[in-house]
T-cell receptor
Framework: DGGITQSPKYLFRKEGQNVTLSCEQNLNHDAMYWYRQDPGQGLRLIYYSQIVNDFQKGDIAEGYSVSREKKESFPLTVTSAQKNPTAFYLCASSKVEGTTEAFFGQGTRLTVV | QKEVEQNSGPLSVPEGAIASLNCTYS??????FFWYRQYSGKSPELIMSIYSNGDKEDGRFTAQLNKASQYVSLLIRDSQPSDSATYLCAVIVPGGGNKLTFGTGTQLKVEL
């Protein structure tokens, strides 16, 4: 089945640790996105990528890093510089031409302990 | 000015009524517009996309786009309790490499 897979579903981080969230898609989409959602809030864009080996900062990139070495994969690292990382993280992908609907993975809920 | 704006609600409608959700956007160059439904604790689910001025209907849902007014709306006919969710408006903003930007969402409550 085609789709977007995020892992893990739940993640616990100790203060000062870096953690990496996985996002893989087999939809042959060129564009991939990472969003953060806090309780009762909308989606805020962290990073996005339109093509392999290239990505752009979104509205809240500080404390996060990404890579796009393969078309299918767009991992997000939450670094220790991110002071308030507890949130629901969502990955999405889309085509860049024609019908550009984005589809989401199931999300990763990150909690700092 | 926010790139995509929505009224946060909650919007309450009785079962069987029409729910009307509204969204405005700031970049006149935007070409692609989407409505997502999000249940609490779940990821957003695409329900409508619209790319040209006018109306687009799919079952009980109708999306309306007015590029001159920079306005996109979603109508839900015969609202059901299962429609109770947060509805997110999203726009592809051409500046900065076609980034997909979301509004803060409108919470819809369909009451029995």
């Amino acid at each position: 089945d085609g789709g977007i897979t995020q892992s893990p579903k739940y993640l616990f981080r100790k203060e000062g640790q870096n953690v990496t969230l996985s996002c893989e898609q087999n939809l042959n989409h060129d564009a991939m996105y990472w969003y953060r959602q806090d309780p009762g809030q909308g989606l805020r864009l962290i990073y996005y990528s339109q093509i392999v080996n290239d990505f752009q900062k979104g509205d809240i990139a500080e404390g996060y890093s990404v890579s796009r070495e393969k078309k299918e994969s767009f991992p997000l690292t939450v670094t220790s510089a991110q002071k308030n990382p507890t949130a629901f993280y969502l990955c999405a992908s889309s085509k860049v031409e024609g019908t550009t609907e984005a589809f989401f993975g199931q999300g990763t809920r990150l909690t700092v302990v | 000015q926010k790139e995509v704006e929505q009224n946060s609600g909650p919007l309450s409608v009785p079962e069987g009524a029409i729910a009307s959700l509204n969204c405005t956007y700031s970049d006149r160059g935007s070409q692609s517009f989407f409505w997502y439904r999000q249940y609490s604790g779940k990821s957003p689910e695409l329900i409508m996309s619209i790319y040209s001025n006018g109306d687009k209907e799919d079952g009980r849902f109708t999306a309306q786009l007015n590029k001159a007014s920079q306005y996109v709306s979603l109508l839900i006919r015969d609202s059901q309790p299962s429609d109770s969710a947060t509805y997110l408006c999203a726009v592809i903003v051409p500046g900065g490499g076609n980034k997909l930007t979301f509004g803060t969402g409108t919470q819809l409550k369909v009451e029995l």
